[in-house]
């Protein structure tokens, strides 16, 4: 809206400027008329002489940052967007309930059921299973690191989680690291996208410090009202990401 203001003052000055021109052409009836026409003819032309300045001085370098940092920018939101992605789809795994259950999408709602149905410890089922009637582990095969951290229970972009706070601390490193480096090139990034990420940042921060509690407190799930309202923002956020991501950004991409 600013943008379309300053575009009709400037339209409106030149039209005064060439205006007067004819103006001047008829005699006034009085000084007073002739001076106020000058006038306003002097705040027109300081106007128009503005916006060129501005063009020259702030505009046109702008665009050209923008076209320098923009891939930047565009590759760190959208590596920040899978893994946010990443740890929506683990909570949809391993609650069984998708936030994304409706369209448009009804957060409110969807997201609240998804953590009160998403557990906060996993059974190690395999351990389980391998244990004799004196309480030892039986190991059938010789210990494989690799094996164990591929079937670790979370998964973000490769790395392996075994408890929800070891993975939600990942994602929040990553989230102030983007958020950092939006900070010092936020002339170039929409302000939305830094609100959006603000948000992020709190509701992932305010899940990590209820995720340790609840796991040293063995609580079965995350039900809690003051989180479930929180991370509706954090699922906000990702949609806003979404737009960053290069599948979505490419048609052509996005075939299958």
Not at 59 to 75: D, N
């Amino acid at each position: 809206m600013r943008i379309i203001l300053i575009w009709i003052a400037l339209l409106v000055g030149v039209l005064y400027v060439v205006v007067h021109q004819f103006l001047l052409q008829i005699p006034a009836n009085g000084d007073w008329q002739y001076n106020l026409g000058m006038l306003f003819q002097a705040l027109s032309l300081s106007y128009i002489a503005a916006f060129l300045f501005y063009l020259v001085h702030n505009h046109y370098p702008y665009l050209r940052a923008k076209k320098k940092y923009q891939p930047v920018i565009s590759r760190e939101l959208n590596d920040l967007w899978e893994i946010c992605n990443d740890l929506t789809y683990m909570m949809r795994r391993h609650s069984n309930v998708s936030a994304y259950d409706s369209s448009p999408y009804d957060f409110k709602n969807s997201v609240p059921k998804q953590l009160q149905h998403l557990p906060v410890n996993f059974k190690n089922e395999e351990t389980e299973k391998n244990v004799n009637s004196n309480g030892q582990i039986l190991y059938p095969l010789p210990p494989d690191k690799e094996f164990d951290e591929k079937k670790k229970p979370i998964a973000i972009r490769e790395l392996g989680f075994d408890r929800w706070s070891e993975a939600i601390e990942y994602v929040s490193s990553n989230i102030s690291n983007t958020l950092d480096k939006v900070i010092k090139l936020k002339d170039v990034v929409e302000e939305e996208t830094i609100l959006k990420i603000f948000d992020l940042e709190k509701s992932i921060n305010d899940f990590r410090i209820v995720a340790k509690i609840y796991e040293e407190s063995n609580y079965k799930t995350f039900k809690n009202e003051y989180l479930e309202r929180q991370f509706i923002k954090f699922y906000e956020g990702t949609e806003e990401l979404r737009k960053y991501n290069k599948k979505y950004k490419d048609p052509f991409k996005n075939k299958d």
